[in-house]
């Protein structure tokens, strides 16, 4: 597939974004899941295309359609993410707005857990790798600018500047998203940009134009 390539002052840049959930089997019929439309990731991609970029757009199953004019890799899980991910690199920019699942099953297999077995089950749980820290952290082929979000219920600051300093991701875009702000499953976002210098309140405002100026940003800052 090739990618559309538009002009703008990222044309000629290639920047990956991971989006959507991860889902995690526990049989043929079943998994875990992190809650997760893949719209904002979808916003950012589709704003990165329209300033210019050559976008791999590597995707969990989202509730919304990939954008035009990617070059698309659709996932399942956290590892296929993983793997997807580093066969797009390098790449001058990586955004992470995965909501990639923690944890996945051990011993998820291909028969179907039948209920009439008796007992109930009980899952075990593995770690799964941190992608975004992978990255971040990779002695060679890094991207020049790595970004993630955190999406966070209390001391939503502080948190993601302890998780920014843990990654070592250069920004991350906290937002809040304790089920009050109504933020998970809508339209908007209202986000804090941390990064070196400090924080940043961005106001309120649609997830379209987060990624806008998400993307306005990282265009100054590559070029
Ligand atoms: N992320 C990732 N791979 C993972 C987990 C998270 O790439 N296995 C990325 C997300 O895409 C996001 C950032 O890391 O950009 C933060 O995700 P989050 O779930 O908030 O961070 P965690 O380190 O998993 O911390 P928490 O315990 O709060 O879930
Ligand atoms: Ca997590």
């Known amino acids: 597939i090739k990618a559309r390539i538009g002009q703008g002052p990222l044309t000629g840049r290639r920047i990956l974004v991971t989006s959507g959930p991860t889902h995690e089997p ?10 997760s439309s893949g719209a904002q990731g979808t916003e950012v991609a589709r704003a990165l295309v329209r300033l210019g970029a050559e976008v791999i757009f590597v995707t969990g199953p989202a509730d919304v359609p990939p954008p035009d004019g ?4 659709r996932v399942e899980t956290a590892q296929q993410m993983l793997k997807a991910v ?3 690199l ?10 990639v699942a923690d944890w996945r099953v051990m011993g998820a297999t291909d028969s179907k857990i039948k209920k009439q077995s008796g007992a109930l089950p009980v899952l075990e749980f593995a770690e799964n ?3 975004l820290a992978r990255i971040s952290q990779r002695r060679s082929g890094r991207p020049g600018l790595v970004v993630g979000f955190a999406a966070e219920t209390d001391d ?22 304790s089920p009050a ?17 400090g924080a940043e309140d961005w106001p309120r405002m649609s997830k379209q134009d987060v990624a806008r100026r998400l993307a306005d940003r990282i265009a100054r800052t590559l070029t």
Do not use: Q
């Open 70 to 73: 990617v070059i698309l890799k």
């Open 129 to 131: 790798p941190d992608i």
């Open 181 to 197: 702000t109504g933020i998970m499953g809508g339209s908007e976002n209202a986000v804090t940009l941390i990064h070196d210098a």
């Open 86 to 88: 580093e066969a797009a």
């Open 90 to 99: 390098p790449v001058d920019a990586a955004v992470f707005a995965a909501a």
């Open 26 to 35: 526990i049989d043929p019929v079943r998994y875990i899941a992190n809650r």
């Open 156 to 177: 939503v600051i502080a948190n993601a500047t302890a998780k920014r300093g843990r990654k070592g991701c250069d920004w991350i875009l906290a937002n809040d998203v």
